[in-house]
């Protein structure tokens, strides 16, 4: 989990690099760096020289850590992947663990309808399948099919943060499944519920109050309607046909909504 928690913290700190560039610039506007007196407390050059030196080194710094952290984490997964080999004569024989996890998900599609990262949909209870070969029942070893969860609900909340516009799913997983580092992959799969944003959607800033749907198009002429949870007055330009109350969006996912 090393590498998870220094990936997170690498992030954080990325997200406050604007607010420290502009405190400095403030500091060295105030120390005189931007003015043509001769009796400054630090000389200009000094203050110049220090700007050169944080607008270069610190992005630097970012790019070795993600690379650090990337390498990091690809020998966890290599590592993961050899120890993860079936030894078991029976399938009695499976160790059995109780998979509940967090996951996050789109919401797109008329009807509304779940949605994974990857752009696989699914329903409140399902079985997975494989898009690569048919013959495998999920999960198969040597490939990717399968439901996928995290275990932290830290580290799900904080993908979160990464993916605008998704929403935190609680499911259960059941049947065959694999554990890793950072969760499960199972078979099939069960969500317990939604969790709403407390924000709206679309502006960051006002408290939602009802789902609505947009036309979206992707790479390569792809289309798509996505469903966002949105403000009273962000949603005020989408027409009644768009908009979906709390209810009844619980209604057409079968979901719990909280």
């Given at each position: 989990m090393g590498y998870i928690q220094n990936r997170m913290r690498l992030?954080?700190?990325?997200?406050?690099?604007?607010?420290?560039?502009?405190?400095?610039?403030?500091?060295?506007?105030?120390?005189?760096?931007?003015?043509?007196?001769?009796?400054?407390?630090?000389?200009?050059?000094?203050?110049?020289?220090?700007?050169?030196?944080?607008?270069?080194?610190?992005?630097?710094?970012?790019?070795?850590?993600?690379?650090?952290?990337?390498?990091?984490?690809?020998?966890?997964?290599?590592?993961?992947?050899?120890?993860d080999k079936f030894n078991y004569q029976s399938p009695f024989d499976l160790p059995s663990e109780q998979m509940s996890g967090y996951k996050l998900a789109l919401i797109t599609g008329r009807p509304p309808i779940l949605t994974g990262l990857t752009g696989d949909t699914y329903l409140a209870d399902a079985s997975a399948s494989c898009s690569k070969d048919v013959n495998h029942v999920p999960p198969v070893a040597e490939c990717?099919?399968?439901?996928?969860?995290?275990?932290?609900?830290?580290?799900?909340?904080?993908?979160?943060?990464?993916?605008?516009?998704?929403?935190?799913?609680?499911?259960?997983?059941?049947?065959?499944?694999?554990?890793?580092?950072?969760?499960?992959?199972?078979?099939?799969?069960?969500?317990?519920?939604?969790?709403?944003?407390?924000r709206c959607q679309h502006c960051r800033t006002l408290p939602a109050k009802v789902f609505v749907t947009s036309y979206r198009m992707g790479y390569d002429n792809t289309t798509w309607w996505q469903w966002q949870f949105r403000c009273t007055l962000c949603s005020s330009s989408h027409k009644a046909a768009d908009k979906l109350s709390i209810a009844q969006m619980e209604k057409v996912l079968s979901v719990k909504i909280t």
């Open positions: 992030i954080r700190l990325i997200r406050i690099y604007p607010l420290v560039v502009i405190g400095l610039l403030a500091l060295v506007y105030l120390l005189g760096g931007f003015s043509d007196q001769s009796d400054q407390l630090i000389p200009k050059s000094a203050l110049i020289t220090l700007l050169y030196i944080f607008a270069s080194v610190v992005p630097l710094l970012f790019i070795i850590g993600f690379i650090y952290i990337g390498a990091a984490g690809n020998k966890v997964a290599k590592a993961s992947s050899k120890s990717e099919c399968g439901f996928y969860a995290y275990r932290d609900l830290d580290e799900a909340t904080f993908e979160l943060t990464v993916n605008p516009g998704s929403f935190l799913l609680a499911v259960d997983l059941y049947g065959v499944g694999f554990k890793y580092d950072r969760g499960y992959r199972a078979e099939n799969q069960v969500v317990r519920g939604l969790k709403k944003p407390g």
